[in-house]
């Protein structure tokens, strides 16, 4: 019988999550941005995300590398969120690029809340966003097994 329960609650507990979502062109007063949601991860109540915003022209570059990152070592983060956007300078946002960055993180936002996730709010993302001006520096914050 205590085989049973174990059983049971490793069915229940127990499921894998992996999603990879992409919006390549999205358009908001002329302005261009693309957007991807990539999880890889056993089903827990702390799944860590990192967010990265990239010039559009590295935002396929870094997207067709996320998931082969997964599958070649264990990633302290579970879920990776890219903004793919020109920005023309990161110290004063124009207005249309605040509202793209702050739709994006109310997508994070809402993603975690109705996936019963620790919620995170829009101060700490908006902290913890990594401006990624080439793929290739994406090994300073995944783990990569050789530079990219």
């Known amino acids: 019988m205590l085989f049973l329960a174990l059983f049971v609650c490793s069915f229940c507990f127990g499921q894998n999550v992996k999603i990879e979502i992409i919006d390549y062109y ?9 957007m991807y949601q990539f999880a890889n991860a056993s089903y827990s109540s702390s799944r860590a995300s990192i967010l990265f915003i990239t010039p559009k022209r590295q935002f ?3 997207i067709n590398k996320i998931s082969g990152l997964y599958t070649k070592k ?4 579970t879920d990776v969120w890219i903004l793919g956007i020109d920005i023309d300078d990161k110290r004063e946002l124009s207005e249309i690029e605040k509202k793209i960055i702050n739709n994006f993180l ?3 936002i809402k ?3 109705d996936n019963d996730l ?3 709010d829009l101060n700490r993302l908006n902290e913890e ?3 990624l001006d080439n793929y290739r520096n994406v090994c300073k914050y995944l783990i990569c097994s050789k530079p990219l």
């Open 26 to 34: 999205k358009k908001d007063e002329g302005k261009e941005f693309s």
């Open 106 to 108: 109310e997508k994070v």
């Open 129 to 131: 966003i990594i401006f």
């Open 60 to 62: 396929l570059n870094l």
């Open 118 to 120: 620790p919620p995170y």
């Open 111 to 113: 993603y975690r809340s």
């Open 74 to 77: 264990k990633q302290e983060y």
